[in-house]
C-alpha cells in the first residue's frame, strides 16, 4: 500500500540518520546494512505494484529510478565501509 510505501522511505531515511550517530564502525555498518535491505524491499514491493497494475508504468519508473539510485548509493556506502573496517 501507499502507506507502507511512505513508512519505508522514512525507515531507510531514520536508519541512515541513526547511521551519523553510530556508536562505531560497525555499529554503522549495520545500520548502512539495513537501510539497504529495507531499500532492496522497497524495490520489490514497487515492482509488485506496477505488475499488479496499482502503479501506472510512468509513475513506477520515476520511482524505481530513484530507488535505484538509493540502492547503488548504499550499496557503495556498506562496501566502502566495509573496506575501512578491514584495515
Same mark, same amino acid.
Given at each position: &500500500?501507499?502507506? =507502507?510505501?511512505?513508512? *519505508?522511505?522514512?525507515?531507510? @531515511?531514520?536508519?541512515?540518520? %541513526?547511521?551519523?550517530?553510530?556508536? &562505531? @564502525?560497525?555499529?554503522?555498518? $549495520? ?8 531499500? $532492496? %524491499? ?7 505494484? *506496477? ?10 519508473? =520515476?520511482? &524505481? #529510478?530513484?530507488c $535505484? %539510485?538509493?540502492?547503488?548509493l548504499?550499496?557503495?556506502?556498506? *562496501? #566502502? ?5 578491514k584495515?
Amino acid at each position: &500500500s501507499a502507506a =507502507s510505501d511512505v513508512y *519505508k522511505r522514512q525507515a531507510i @531515511g531514520a536508519l541512515v540518520a %541513526e547511521a551519523h550517530h553510530a556508536q &562505531s @564502525g560497525a555499529d554503522f555498518l $549495520n545500520k548502512m546494512n539495513v537501510a539497504l535491505k529495507e531499500a $532492496n %524491499e522497497t524495490s520489490y514491493w514497487l515492482s509488485l505494484l *506496477k505488475d499488479t497494475h496499482y502503479m501506472n508504468e510512468i509513475v513506477y519508473q =520515476s520511482i &524505481s #529510478s530513484d530507488c $535505484n %539510485e538509493l540502492v547503488a548509493l548504499l550499496v557503495c556506502i556498506v *562496501k #566502502s565501509m566495509k573496506d575501512s573496517l578491514k584495515k
